[in-house]
């Protein structure tokens, strides 16, 4: 297993991807990002620009590919993203300040969080599936659960684990970054009414 959670620091699409699906979690093909020309999306021109370029899924339901097709839809799509749904943990996505804010203070309390950031927009913080609706009244935070929602994986586009998945720990409750997240956004809210 630990070479395994050694693939997912890689750049190799196809490596991480398998290791993806070795670890269980089905895995689909997104969008792709070409430098100077965008993201694929925007081949169609009724499409919006996305926040997160070639880090998004193809569909509006994520599709994983079927067991032994991975390799063969990566290598005709070079750059893909690696799209997962939300099946195997929930995501909370924050702000990238709030979220770097939020994992000072768990990482400092010993708390093993799972945590993606893409570019300098946003964190997501991996908890225990079924656990993130402890935080859908918070309006800093996007909940992800469940097989319609998805995040994209390293190496997608500009995403990067900060810290990977660690086969001796457990994904924590969100519960157990609740209480750091409420701090970090009092404090930041605090800082707004100063200026």
Do not use: N
Not at 96 to 109: E, F, K, L, Q, S
Request: hydrophobic share 45%.
């Amino acid at each position: 297993m630990g070479d395994l959670l050694h693939l997912l620091h890689g750049r190799d699409t196809i490596e991480c991807a398998t290791a993806y699906e070795r670890l269980g979690w089905p895995v689909a093909i997104g969008h792709r990002h070409r430098t100077g020309s965008g993201c694929t999306c925007q081949d169609t021109a009724s499409k919006a620009p996305r926040v997160t370029p070639g880090a998004h899924p193809r569909e509006a339901v994520v599709k994983p590919l079927p067991r032994g097709e991975l390799a063969a839809a990566f290598e005709s799509a070079p750059g893909a993203g690696v799209i997962v749904p939300c099946t195997h943990w929930d995501a909370l996505v924050v702000a990238h300040p709030i979220g770097m804010a939020v994992m000072v203070r768990v990482d400092a309390v010993g708390l093993h969080v799972p945590y993606l950031a893409s570019g300098h927009a946003t964190v997501t913080l991996l908890v225990a599936p079924g656990t993130g609706e402890l935080l859908v009244d918070c309006p800093q935070v996007e909940v992800r659960s469940g097989p319609r929602a998805w995040v994209a994986l390293p190496p997608s586009y500009s995403v990067r684990w900060e810290t990977a998945p660690a086969e001796d720990h457990p994904l924590p409750d969100a519960g157990a970054v609740r209480l750091h997240l409420a701090e970090v956004l009092k404090l930041a809210s605090a800082d707004r009414k100063r200026w």
